[in-house]
């Protein structure tokens, strides 16, 4: 009875042995595990676009652990008559690295050289031009059309004469058909929401409600519907298609919350793509977008 109490008591003994071993090393792998975590988060992470890496220290860890040599290497004098090199293109790299095509305006600035300019002119000789490029930015900017209409009295009969006003794009709108563009590109391609765009209206001196703005965009994509139509069609006519979901917020459900939709983008044979929206994943999604098309044969 004494030894099986023993072996009891052994027993047990070493039960609160392993699970105070296992505690442990189930806090030390918590530990690992959130130091790797905020490793990858320093890395590849946001915060690594804040991190400053010295590309040439990086690099020279690499190319100072070559031997450098203890005498120059003998080299031989060739005279050789050097081709000028042909134009290049748009879109090759320049001295600093910058890469562009022939669409980006470029400016060119002159810049004068006090101590060359107040050499005479007949003693001085412009031998090459130096070229370095720098990318700028100029900031979007807004601007009014003003249209002004003479209105014309003809003396002889009193007739008033007046042009008529250049036709909108929506009648009676107070935004042209570039802002409206704008607008929108702005809006769905660059994700940039309708009240920071009014920020940066404001900021540029130009009042217009928040409520006109949703009011330009919901006219501006009817304007666009039977565009959007006309290629959904024709997509639907590929002999192969490509469709899936994918989920965005969109509508308000309830207070501070928006309601889960899905785009539905469809993919045709000529590289034509619409998106269609629907509060549902199912299937159905798919029959009524493909409709007769569904049946059609090929």
């Known amino acids: 009875m004494v030894e099986a109490t023993s072996k009891t008591d052994s027993t047990t003994s070493e039960n609160v042995q392993l699970r105070n071993e296992n505690d442990a090393l189930r806090e030390e792998l918590q530990s690992v595990k959130q130091q790797l975590a905020w490793l990858q988060r320093q890395v590849f992470g946001r915060k690594s676009e804040k991190r400053l890496i010295d590309q040439d220290a990086r690099s020279g860890l690499l190319f100072n652990a070559l ?4 005498s120059p290497t003998p080299t031989e004098q060739v005279s050789y008559t050097r081709r000028k090199g042909a134009k290049e293109r748009g879109d090759a790299v320049t001295d600093s690295g910058l890469r562009f095509n022939e669409d980006v305006p470029v400016e060119v600035i ?8 107040s050499i005479p002119r007949e003693h001085r000789e412009v031998i090459d031009e130096k070229v370095t490029h720098r990318l700028a930015q100029r ?4 601007v009014v059309l003003e249209y002004r209409r003479a209105v014309v009295k003809d003396k002889r009969s009193d007739h008033i004469h007046t042009a008529p006003t250049p036709a909108n794009v929506l009648e009676g709108s107070l935004a042209d058909v570039s802002f409206l563009a704008g607008l929108l590109i702005d809006k769905f391609c660059y994700h940039l929401p309708l009240y920071r765009q009014h920020q940066r209206l404001a900021m540029s001196g130009i009042t ?3 409520n006109t ?3 330009l965009v919901e006219r501006a994509i009817r304007l666009l519907k039977p565009v959007y139509d006309a290629q959904l069609e024709h997509i639907l006519r590929s002999k192969v298609l490509a469709m899936d979901e994918t989920p965005i917020k969109a509508g308000r459900g309830k207070p501070g919350k928006m309601k889960q939709g899905w785009f539905w983008p469809v993919y045709g044979e000529d590289d034509e793509v619409c998106f269609i929206f629907s509060d549902s994943r199912g299937s159905k999604v798919v029959t009524q977008a493909l409709g007769e098309h569904s049946m059609a044969p090929w």
Do not use: I, N
């Not at 900031?139 to 807004?142: D, F």
């Open 110 to 117: 002159h810049v004068a050289d006090p101590e060359a300019e």
């Open 213 to 215: 703005l949703t009011q």
């Open 67 to 70: 031997p450098e040599s203890e």
């Open 139 to 142: 900031p979007g900017s807004y």
């Open 208 to 210: 217009v409600s928040r």
